[in-house]
């Protein structure tokens, strides 16, 4: 180690070595790695065949497996730690790793089931992933912060350290889920990209010159190369939305109080006027399914004083599953606002065809497309960006300097005018008649429709651009103002960027200073493309539903979306 090594710089080198010391040899990756696509067959070149055979197979076909007794939790969960432990050595996508503990639960599990005859839950021996914010017993949780090593956020001598756990990881453990590593996060999770001080920068597995997005993009990577069936991250401005559809997955952002956020560690923790959310990661659309049913079933209400009294609704999937049966040669049950852009950066090639893509599949099942004013996104955006900021970036700048660390070129820290308690109140008005007005015009829709109802949901781009140029990420617009409506969206997987066919497209006018972003096929491709389908505020249940609608459809008209769950 060079003797002119700052004191930051060795903490953070010894943390990130630390990680890797807890693989076991006989798992070590040969390097360097190459610039190219190291998900499928690549990753699958470290793996038995046993090992592929489970790590290929979506949460629901594991759980299939291992509440039946058929499949083991132990052999599961060996099976993705190792392939866990490669695809951090491919990625750099992992914060922390514990896989005896892992395999201890594991055993725990196996034991109970044959002593009982019965699994200890719906998610009995599945292993679950979680982002670096939260908090599991004897683990430590640094968020990316060199300052927070050694601490509980940032607390030396905390007696919370190694001892509180996260409400989430209290109810998986319930459920007999098997949590196994902790993904990575960018310096301050305010950014589209994944970066930090203490492993450096997570890539795209797609396409290793590219981002794996953030501030989720662990979570995204890891789920990307199988080395976890499913997960969870958080979003307060696309967080678990844009790395879903940068590393090709499944991703919901639930509407505040449906998930349990309490124990969870965060930055700029106590500002409310856009709240961050807990949703599932998965490589299906039915494992999200599963994760989000099976957490309410533990009644996070009683537990977390911000979760909502709102259990699984069958009524509402079972309504939406006959509007979507019905719709069937009965003329156009279903309807879609389209939101082709956000009236601030255009869609490239590659985004722009997955939207056309899209909407002809919806066109040939029968529903009806409404064209739809991105002109109320911008009001949205600019909201979340005060809102974000309103403390001049006081709080992530002190975590920050509680080491003395560099900050990232990804690091989004804003600073300007602070906010006074009158301004924050103006700016929370602001939000609520924004809400209002965006309430009425989706009402208005009612209009246009042959139903007679409202649309169902909007499609629109999750990110201007597939997984972006690392360094480049600029405008987080298509997923933000989401936030600030506290809407449901779901993100499923529609296509790639292919350099032969999503050749560059000079554009006839920029719709902003932003909208001049850099779009080159040769370094895209490969990339995955993903869209969001957008509901109402708390329509979970009828998102999840008409997004596993979409996705099986676009499978069948050779895209990516839909997996098919192995029994």
Sequence with gaps: MDLDTST?????????????????????????????????????????AREIE??????????????????SAVEVTEAFCHRAAIAHQLVNCLHEIFFEDALRVAKELDENFAATGKPTGPLHGLPVSLKDQFHVKGVETTMGYVGWIGTFEGNKDDPRAGVVESELVRELRNLGAVLFCKTSVPLTLMTGETANNIIGYTWNPNNRRLSSGGSSGGEGALLALRGSPAGFGSDIGGSIRIPAAFNGVFGLRPSTGRMPYEGVAN????????????????????????????????????????????????????????????????????????????????????????????THILKE??????????????????????AYNMDSGEDLLSHISLSGEAQIPQCLVETGKHLNAREVAALNVQKRQYQKKYMDHW??????????????AIVCPTAPHAAVIPGKFRHTGYTSFVNVL???????????????IHRFEPLPQFLSEVDQMVYDA???????????????????????ALAEYISKNIADFGGEGYVQPRA
């Design 486 to 500: 506290d809407y449901t969206s779901v993100v499923t997987p529609i296509s790639r960027v292919d350099k032969g």
């Design 522 to 544: 040769e370094i895209y491709h490969g990339a995955p493309v993903g869209i969001q389908l957008i509901g109402r505020r708390l329509e979970e249940e009828k998102v999840l």
């Design 365 to 386: 099942l029968g529903h009806q497309m409404i064209e739809w004013d991105p002109q109320l996104c911008k009001e949205g955006q600019e909201i979340a960006e005060r």
């Design 267 to 358: 930055s700029i923790d106590g500002q409310n006027t856009v709240l961050s959310v807990v949703g599932p990661m998965a490589t299906s659309i039915g494992s999200l399914k599963l994760l989000f049913k099976a957490v309410l079933s533990q009644e996070p209400w009683l537990y977390d004083p911000l979760a909502l009294p709102l259990p699984w609704r069958d009524d509402l999937e079972m309504e939406t599953q006959k509007l979507i049966k019905e719709s069937s040669g009965r003329g156009p049950l279903l309807s879609f606002g389209i939101m082709r852009h956000d009236g601030v950066v255009q869609p490239h090639p590659p985004v722009k065809e997955a939207m056309v893509f899209v």
């Design 54 to 71: 489970i790590t290929e197979a979506d949460a629901v076909a594991i759980t299939t497996q291992t509440t039946s007794g058929k499949w």
């Design 443 to 456: 009402n208005s829709t009612s209009k246009k429709t042959a139903t007679g109802r409202p649309v169902d």
């Design 8 to 48: 930051w710089e060795k903490t953070a080198q010894a943390k990130g070595q630390a990680i890797l010391k807890a693989i076991p040899l006989e798992w070590r990756v040969p390097q360097p790695i190459p610039p190219v696509d190291v998900t499928g067959a690549y990753i699958q070149g470290f793996l038995n």
